[in-house]
C-alpha cells in the first residue's frame, strides 16, 4: 500500500460512504445468513407439521427420519449417486465436444449453419420421453441409452451459446484482422474463441444442471433396476415400497448434486474470467 492509499484509509468517512460501507457488509452477510435462516426455518416446519398433525412416516416423514436414512442406507443411495454421476458428467463431456465442434463449423460456414442449426432446435424443443421409445428400439445397450438422452438435454445450451459468443466478435476487431491478411482459422483462433469463452461459460453452467436432469429423467423412462442403478430408480423403488424417507432421501442427494454441479462450474467460469472479463471483474469490486 502507498502512502497516498494509507492516507485515504486514515480519513474519517462521510456519512454517506460509511452507509454503502454498512449496506455492503450486509449483503455480504446477508447472502449466506438469510438462505441458511430459511432453510432451517423450513425444516422446522416440516418436521412440526408431521407431528402436530401426526402424519404416517410413509406419508411424511420427519427430517430426522430422512437424515437416518442417510445414514443406514448410505452405501446404497452413494452407489446409485455415482451411477447417476457418471452419467451425467460422461454426457457433459460428450455435450461439450458436440456443441463447441459443431459451433466452430457454424462459425467457419453459415452455410452449414443455416443448414444444421434447425435440426439442433428441432432436438431440443422435442421432450426426452416422446423421444425415447425409438432409442430404446434403436440401442441395445443401456448405458448407451441413458447417455444418450441425458447427451440431448444437455447438448443445445453448449451449440447455442458458443454459436452466439462466436458470432458476438467485435466487427472492428475482425474488420483488423482481415485487413493483416489472417486467415480464418487465425480470426477463429486469436478472437472468435476469447470472445465466445464468457458465453460458452455460460452454456456449460446451465448444461451442467440439464445434464443431471438428463440422466434422472433417463433412468426414469428407461426404468432400470438393480443393483448398478441410479437414484432415479431408487425413488422409483421406494414409491412402490411406500419407504418415503428413502424416497427423500434420494431426492435430497440429486438437489445437492445439483448444486454442487452449479457452485462448481460457477466457480471454474470465475476463475478463468476473473483477469480480463467485465463480468467478472465487477464481481471483484
Known amino acids: 500500500m502507498t502512502t497516498i492509499e494509507r492516507d485515504a484509509a486514515a480519513l474519517p468517512l462521510d456519512s454517506e460512504e460509511a452507509r454503502r460501507v454498512r449496506a455492503a457488509r450486509l449483503e455480504r452477510i446477508g447472502k449466506w445468513v438469510l438462505p441458511l435462516a430459511i432453510m432451517v426455518l423450513a425444516i422446522w416446519l416440516w418436521d412440526r407439521i408431521c407431528v402436530w398433525n401426526e402424519i404416517p412416516r410413509y406419508i411424511l416423514p420427519r427430517p430426522g427420519e430422512v437424515l437416518a436414512t442417510l445414514h443406514t442406507d448410505a452405501g446404497l443411495l452413494f452407489g446409485s449417486l455415482l451411477v447417476t454421476l457418471r452419467i451425467t458428467f460422461l454426457s457433459l463431456l460428450l455435450a461439450v465436444a458436440g456443441g463447441v465442434g459443431l459451433a466452430v463449423l457454424f462459425a467457419q460456414s453459415k452455410w452449414v449453419e443455416m443448414s444444421l442449426f434447425p435440426f439442433a432446435v428441432i432436438l431440443q424443443v ?60 487465425q480470426q477463429l483462433w486469436h478472437l472468435r474463441l476469447p470472445a465466445a469463452m464468457p458465453y460458452f461459460l455460460g452454456g456449460l453452467k446451465i448444461a451442467g444442471g440439464l445434464s443431471l436432469i438428463g440422466a434422472v429423467v433417463a433412468e426414469f423412462v428407461a426404468g432400470s433396476a438393480g443393483q448398478s442403478s441410479g437414484l432415479a430408480s431408487r425413488i422409483i423403488e421406494a414409491g412402490y415400497r411406500l419407504n418415503a424417507p428413502r424416497l427423500f432421501a434420494a431426492l435430497i442427494l440429486i438437489s445437492f448434486t445439483g448444486i454442487v454441479i452449479f457452485l462448481v462450474l460457477s466457480l471454474v467460469s470465475h476463475l478463468i474470467l476473473r483477469r480480463w472479463h467485465e463480468s467478472a471483474l465487477k464481481q471483484e469490486r
Open 126 to 185: 422435442t421432450p426426452i420421453v416422446a423421444v425415447f421409445p425409438l432409442i430404446n428400439i434403436y440401442v441395445d445397450n443401456q448405458t448407451a441409452k441413458l447417455l444418450l438422452c441425458a447427451w440431448i438435454v444437455a447438448f443445445f445450451p453448449i451449440l447455442s451459446n458458443t454459436t452466439l459468443g462466436l458470432n458476438s466478435v467485435d466487427r472492428n476487431l475482425l474488420d483488423l484482422f482481415k485487413l493483416n491478411g489472417a486467415t480464418k482459422w
